[in-house]
């Protein structure tokens, strides 16, 4: 298959980072092949998005190299779409509709197949609103058709209008439904005890390869950005509690905001862990990696997460050096609680992560149970095992006493469930001070 050429333009203020590697990174995912790239640095020119001079040059490249397509980043208003359409006599698309084009080729299930379908639909509102009010001023401008208001034109696109405004209203009802399913899917999660690490992270920090190191699921892996779009819960195996481990969406600047709207749910899922594993990538340089951590900080915020506790994974050490990790780890000083370097995919350090993430989770205190013979004390002891660790069990008479560190939540639970003088905290043995804190 021949594939589709493509240019990509870059326009950026001097103070603003110089984004067109991960320009090309993403049309190369949506597999373009780039033949040209033009990094304009300066101000902005209403009618253009860039200065007319620029304008021109470009369309000489482009008159000499014939292109299929221009992407142009970072974003154009309807008009300024238009005029360089015209201008270039080709194909301009910008960077949210490259973004929108990976995430369509990804998605893989029904939920991110309709948050797509909505970010798109949001997205072409404006551009339908701008020929709406283009065609509505040239009638204007013309003699008015008698006997009628309205031109065919304009009915035609006024439907349009409607129906983009009907889908996506339709398609917000049906998105709420899903996350009311998944939603009841977490509460029976967390009412059995299971605690939850939400990965996050820049797109291709290699999240999922984390998740496959971890949980031994096989979540998709590759190359590119934006390989996963839907989120994934796997069994974290932890001592003594019931942890999953959910992968989920990634990161970039300047996300779309017609995506970050539809993907709302999906992000909001990192809101409702216990502790987020924020993953790095290593093999970029000092500034990338404080770059996507503050991206990765900005969007927490955005979406409104704030307090959960964060330990950042500083992953593909094993393509650094030792002074390189040293000097990544300081680059990201401050931004969750500890760095743990590693490599996902060669498994390197990982039972190290796993117990900074295992010191984050809400504290096991010991507690003593005391439980009268049968069946119902059975199927408690069972429950016991899952949600906590069991450490000694003594029977007596016509009694059970069961030892078990527990969480603070399970605790209260089995308080609900019992007479009061059955559940008794034990104090922390004094040769292990973090136990029972
Ligand atoms: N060398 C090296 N490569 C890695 C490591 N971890 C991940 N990768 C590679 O990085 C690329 C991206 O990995 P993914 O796990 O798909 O990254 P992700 O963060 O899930 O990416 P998206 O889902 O696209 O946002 C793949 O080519 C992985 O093989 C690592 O520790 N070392
Ligand atoms: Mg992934």
Redo the contacts with the bound molecule.
Sequence with gaps: MVSTTALLVQHRFARDPDLLEEFEALAKTAEYNVVGTFDVVGPSSARFGIKGGKVEEIRIWIEAQKPDVVFYSPGLKSSQMYRLKEEWKTDVRDRVQLILEIFDRHARTPQSKLQIEQARLSYELPFVRHQLKEHLDKERAGPRPVGRQVGPGEDLLNLRYMEIRHRVAAIEEKLQKISEASELKRKKRVDSGFLEVALA????????????ALTGSQ??????????LSTKSSDLAMDGRQVVLT?S??FISDLPKSLLRAFNTTLMEIADADVILL?V?G?NSVDEVRRKANVCLDTFTRIGINGIPIVTAL?????IDDAGIRERISALDGVGSEVVP?????M?NLPTLVSVIESLLPILSVYSIDLPYGDSTMSLISWLHQVGSVRNQKFKEDRIEVEASLSLDVAQKLLKMLPQDAIRKLEPKSDNPAQGA
């Design positions: 992270g820049y797109t291709n920090a290699g999240k999922s390869t984390l998740h496959r979540v998709e892996v590759a190359a590119g950005l934006f390989t996963t992968d969406v990634g993953v990538d093999s992953n593909k050490v094993d393509l590693v490599s996902a995919k060669e390197l």
